[in-house]
């Protein structure tokens, strides 16, 4: 079964910081392109950042300079370093997987809540 599991959420103060991680398992072999995805109640989810498999990373405009996204092929696990967070970054977060982006896979999502 393929599995994509994130962990690392939770509530903070506005400028604080979180790192996500994203557990990956079942997959078949090949390489793929992964990135983060968050949605608010409501709201459409959108793309937070993603890194292709030579390592290529891509951020939305509104999180460049505070967050990074990061893999460890070895150890099958994506992150997501949140730093100076804002209320606006309150969301469930995702995490998903595909070849060539197309990004079927996806996990079930962890919390994060950013007080002002």
């Known amino acids: 079964q393929v599995q994509l599991v994130e962990s690392g959420g939770g509530s903070v103060q506005s400028g604080g910081s979180l790192r996500l991680s994203c557990a990956a398992s079942?997959?078949?072999?090949?390489?793929?392109?992964m990135g983060w995805f968050r949605q608010a109640p409501g709201k459409e989810r959108e793309m937070v950042a993603r890194?292709?498999?030579?390592?290529?990373?891509v951020y939305r405009d509104s999180v460049k300079g505070r967050f990074s996204i990061s893999r460890d092929k070895l150890k099958n696990t994506l992150y997501l370093q949140m730093n100076s967070l804002k209320p606006e970054d309150t969301a469930m977060y995702y995490c998903?997987?595909?070849?060539?982006?197309?990004?079927?896979?996806w996990g079930r999502g962890t919390q994060v809540t950013v007080s002002a």
């Open positions: 890194i292709g498999t030579a390592g290529n990373t």
């Open positions: 079942g997959f078949p072999g090949g390489d793929y392109c």
């Open positions: 998903a997987a595909g070849r060539l982006c197309l990004f079927n896979y």
